[in-house]
């Protein structure tokens, strides 16, 4: 048995602690807050209406239904954003664990990651409701919702491997995929149509994976977009690439992150 499918098993063995594991960042994440967990669902609303009203207004942005739009775009990007970016410090956070016991380090960013997808089920309440308020129709392509945010969550994963174990060794990976993550959100069009990009730069969104994802999350809901299965098709190469990469940087450095915690 190799390592990798080893580790994997190991996992495994470990799900009631990686259930644990989610429930606590879930908990920890609003435990002072008054509010609690509806943070969950109206975050990203106090976010559309914000929005809506910067780029419905000023920059006179006329997509069609731009509130379902809106709103898809911030959820489905915060699922990504936030479980990537609070896996970077996983490893570092859970160091006391790590260095007392034996657990297959990998299970802190899948925790992460999972937890960001029982998030991501809870925002999707106030996104539908306002997919029913304002008469949007449901597309046809609406079955695929399960598939994407599992090739979301697998490419969430893979990063977040890659992040966490940078972070163990070079801190200062915390501070560059901040930046990056904000120059990542502006290159998708969450809160801007695709149509304004000039020609000459459309070459740039198709180099970003999550612009694949996103394209088939709002294709799967409401909007009539092109190609579909041939998105899905980049969607799943780029989940396998980020998950074989990051799998990859974790295998090979697991046995010394210990010692640099």
Known sequence: MSASTSEIFEIL?????????????IKVRYKRSVLGFFWVMLNPLLMMLVMSMVFSSLFKVTTPNYTSYLLSGIIFWN??????????????????LIKKIYIPKAIF?????????????????????????????????????????????????????????????????????????????YMTPIFYPESIIPQKFSFIIHLNPFYYYLSIFRGALYLDVSSVFEKLLYGFLFSLASLTVGWFCYSANKDKIVYHL
């Open 13 to 25: 063995r470990y799900k009631e602690l990686l259930r644990n594991l989610v429930t606590r960042d």
């Open 79 to 96: 699922f990504f954003s936030q479980s990537t970016s609070t896996s970077v410090v996983s490893l570092i956070s859970n160091s006391g």
């Open 109 to 185: 960013p899948l925790s992460v990651v999972l937890s960001a997808v029982v998030n991501f089920f809870f925002s999707l309440v106030p996104l539908f409701f306002i997919i029913y308020m304002t008469g949007t129709p449901l597309g046809s392509h609406v079955y695929l919702l399960p598939v994407i945010l599992v090739l979301v969550a697998v490419f969430s994963f893979g990063i977040a491997l890659i992040l966490s174990t940078l972070t163990v060794f070079f801190h200062d990976t915390i501070y560059i995929y901040d930046v990056l993550l904000m120059i990542w959100m």
